[in-house]
């Protein structure tokens, strides 16, 4: 968290501009190299369903093609997040890609049994975690203020981007060739470990040998600094609590537009329409809301936002036509991209370098694993409750949950401290052997119960 604010204090300045943040040279290093990366894994995904159901005619196969990905992050998430603290950023990025990149080269072979294929997957998919991981705890590193707000925006929505693009591209290459569409991944993950090589410094590690432990220790100390620092827990809660909700139409999407079948519009085209609103808007929100308003107007709009993005689902009580389902997924999507990024910065600024990587590790399982709950959930409730219904209360809930979190907001006090306290850290030049302690601040009983513009 593909994981703040960039000050607390009431900003003065305009947003910082993309061509700002484009400036940075190894901002458009990684951006490039990220960018290829996500369109050739999408492609994969897509080609790699088609591959293992034409050898196999078997939809749970196929399903379980695609579902691999995510098992490195169910499984092991945070401990491989935390390799990337212990050796370079590019080292482990490059690293990665072209073990990512020999993999699907051997995936692409002809002849490959399913069970060969979905062994290679797994492997592959073991490097997202800590690349992904180095990549996050970088760009405060590259980018400085604002522009770390703006840059995780333009990362978001790009991301989403190249979902729609991958997908649309890897389903027609795959039509006529699986193994082609491979090929064209493993490409991508050669030409990003070039970018990543030669167009980012070759930083020490954050972690020297004289400060690792057990890798298992370490890792639970990002599952203490995420959760045990009033801050720090309270943006895991909102972002946790966004992607609880926000995910569920998408999740739903073949079932609600098997369900209104009829209505004048095709049930394919529905469920593409649904699908893919959330993405659009998620598109929209980050590169609107990220370069058109001044950081403290983002600021003033977090919470708003947060509770935003469940609220506008609430109407699918109603039943509305699937155009008006793509259009409140849409609206969610928007929201969500509003306040992420923000998230993501000031969740940044407030961490020691020590611990970014590790705390990405922790925040991106997490939200792996919440949007897998929350479809799953819902669709066990839809097996038994019409899908409006279920979308409806589901999301009113998160109504109720989204205003018991942005109420409960720490002070702006607490989170400057937080802010503080990892500028301090990182000032120290080593990272701790364990996570800091608390700052005063943040004991005080009262602050957490105080309202402000502090945001995630």
Known sequence: ?????????????????????????????????STLSWIGDYIAKAAVTVLVYRETDSVALSAAAFAVSYLPWLVGGPLLATLAERHRYRSVMVTCDLLRMALMLLVAIPGNPPWLILALLFAATLANPPSQAARSALMPLILAGDRLVVGLSINASVGQAAQVVGYLVGATIAVVSPTLALLINAATFGASALLVRFGLRNRPPVMSPAHRSHLLRETGQGFQIVFGRPVLRAIAVLVFSAMLFSIVPEGLAAAWAAERAGDGVDTGVAQAVIMAANPVGFILGGLLVGRALSPDRRLALMRPLAVLAPLVLVPALLDPPPLVVAVLAAICGFAVAGLLPMANGLFVRALPDGYRARAFGVMASGMQIIQGLAVLVTGLLAERFRIPLVVGMWSAAGVGLMLLATLTWPSRESVQAAVDQATRDNAAGAAPASPPARTPVDERPGDRGRHSHAVT
């Open 1 to 33: 968290m593909e994981a703040t604010v960039s000050d607390e204090r009431p900003a003065r300045e305009g947003p910082a501009t993309f061509r700002e943040v484009f400036a940075q040279v190894e901002y458009r290093a990684v951006f490039a190299a």
